[in-house]
């Protein structure tokens, strides 16, 4: 997510600099020893979306990032002790897998999570058992084998950390992370 983050900020920035108005100052002569004056980037950026003028590429960049934003919040979660995709959630791995054929060279991790119960071999394998029966959804759905990664986090990465069951539900899941390339 942080990749992509930066992504976009350098799309942003190189496609303002791409479509500010280049300017030349007759009297100004560069030379190797001297620098041609400076114009601020913060400004010329903030003038620029303030004007209301958002580049293709700006706007192509904002609605990937929207978009992979979307798609990385859905998960697929289990029952206390499972790891069979149930059929509620077959739709949230269908959108996953319309979003990879779209981004066909893109790769896309799934991570195996569990709640905190049980010992910690338990749940790294409980987690891989997860991700492993999305992995084979997503194959089933015409996704190649080579555009998917599992990981297992066990209990690693808890998206609630109270210590009952509301919390536990959120925990038991299966996460998306895209690494889109260009």
């Known amino acids: 997510m942080e990749k992509l ?3 976009v900020l350098v799309l942003l920035v190189l496609s303002a600099c791409a ?3 280049k300017t030349t100052s007759p009297q100004v ?6 620098n041609p004056p400076q114009v601020s980037q913060p400004e010329a950026t903030t003038s ?12 192509e960049a904002r609605k990937l990032a929207g978009q992979l934003q979307d798609m990385q919040r859905k ?14 959630y077959r739709v949230v791995v269908q959108q996953q897998a319309d979003f990879i054929k779209g981004h066909g060279n893109g790769t896309v991790t799934l991570q195996g999570n569990s709640d905190e119960r049980g010992s910690d071999e338990y749940n790294l394998a409980l987690g891989e058992r997860r991700a492993s029966d999305v992995r ?3 194959e089933l759905l015409g996704i190649p084998e080579k555009q998917i990664k599992i990981v297992s986090l066990g209990e690693e990465k808890p998206r609630l950390t109270c210590h009952e069951e509301s919390c536990w539900k ?9 690494n889109l390339n260009p």
């Open 29 to 34: 002569a560069s030379s190797p020893k001297t």
């Open 5 to 7: 983050a930066v992504v």
């Open 170 to 178: 959120e925990n038991r899941r299966v996460d998306f992370v895209y």
């Open 75 to 88: 998960s697929v979660y289990f029952d206390f002790d499972k790891y069979a995709v149930e059929p509620m």
């Open 19 to 21: 479509s500010s108005p």
């Open 48 to 59: 620029h979306i303030q004007a209301g003028t958002l580049s293709q590429a700006e706007i």
């Open 136 to 138: 084979k959804n997503l």
